[in-house]
């Protein structure tokens, strides 16, 4: 991995910037149309890279690891190309289509928040400095 230092890093970061995004009426709002559990899979780079989402109306949630529930569609990819991504330096649409981002289930939920991804990025560069991780932003 290019930015983090170990498989749980990742992990921190990417759970604290949906718990943010949860207290955030715009963003949170967005989730829920979402509809869905879903798992995002960087175990490429660790057995517990990962998190999953409960983007439901009315029952936004998150936390480390694979969901309990079988997930509606899961996203498999390098935690390096995630954080990319929450950065907004990896397109999300063109990651799929280069198979840099694989989907197993339905991601038209998901890719309707893709214009909501530069407002996720302000938040993420916030998280990242909260964490003292100012080091990993990519300019």
């Known amino acids: 991995m290019k930015y983090w230092k170990d ?6 970061a990417f759970v604290k910037l949906f718990e943010e995004g949860m207290n955030n009426a715009e963003l949170s709002a967005g989730m829920e149309t979402v509809n869905q ?37 899961t996203m498999t990819l390098s935690a390096d190309n995630a954080h ?16 840099k981002i694989l989907v197993k289930g339905s991601a038209t939920g998901l890719l309707k928040l893709a214009p ?9 560069v916030q998280v990242l400095k909260d964490l003292g991780w100012e080091d990993k932003i990519v300019k």
């Open 37 to 73: 559990v879903i798992w995002f899979d960087y175990t490429q780079d660790g057995p517990e890279c990962s998190f999953w989402i409960c983007a439901k109306p009315g029952n936004l949630a998150v936390g480390p690891g694979k969901p309990k529930e079988e997930p509606d569609m």
């Open 116 to 124: 909501k991804l530069p407002k996720v990025a302000m938040l993420y």
């Open 7 to 12: 498989q749980h890093e990742p992990i921190k």
């Open 84 to 99: 990319l991504s929450w950065l907004n330096k990896l397109n999300p649409v063109q990651a799929i289509a280069q198979k």
